[in-house]
């Protein structure tokens, strides 16, 4: 059973830009927020941007101005665009969604298996 179905990652040079897309499975019956984590080798996993199903966003200061996150209600899906990467963006990108799956009462999160970023520096 497969939730959360990341996608857009890659290699990239310093400056690049990639998107990340995030689709949610038609088992939900609702999702109230959507957004993204990163990872990286040896680090704890991190907020990087999150956005309510109204179109509230927030974002980790080191990617304001450069990442923007959006969604589409419709089809579920939430998208990471990407500018002016940095090496220090290296990292593998997780989706998470809070809602609920059909026959169930109690919302939950949901993450994704990831997608990898991949700056060089």
């Known amino acids: 059973q497969v939730q959360l179905v990341e996608s857009g990652g890659g290699l990239v040079q310093p400056g690049g830009s990639l998107r990340l897309s995030c689709a949610a499975s038609?088992?939900?019956?609702?999702?109230?927020?959507m957004g993204w984590h990163r990872q990286a080798p040896g680090t704890q996993r991190e907020l990087v941007a999150t956005?309510?199903?109204?179109?509230?966003?927030n974002y980790a200061d080191s990617v304001k101005g450069r990442f923007t996150i959006s969604r589409d209600n419709a089809k579920n899906t939430v998208y990471l665009q990407m500018n002016n990467l940095k090496p220090e963006d290296t990292a593998v990108y997780y989706c998470?969604?809070?809602?609920?799956?059909?026959?169930?009462?109690?919302?939950?999160?949901?993450w994704g298996q990831g997608t990898q970023v991949t700056v060089f520096s």
């Open positions: 998470r969604a809070v809602g609920r799956l059909v026959g169930k009462i109690l919302p939950l999160e949901y």
């Open positions: 038609a088992s939900f019956l609702s999702i109230s927020r």
């Open positions: 956005i309510s199903n109204g179109g509230s966003t």
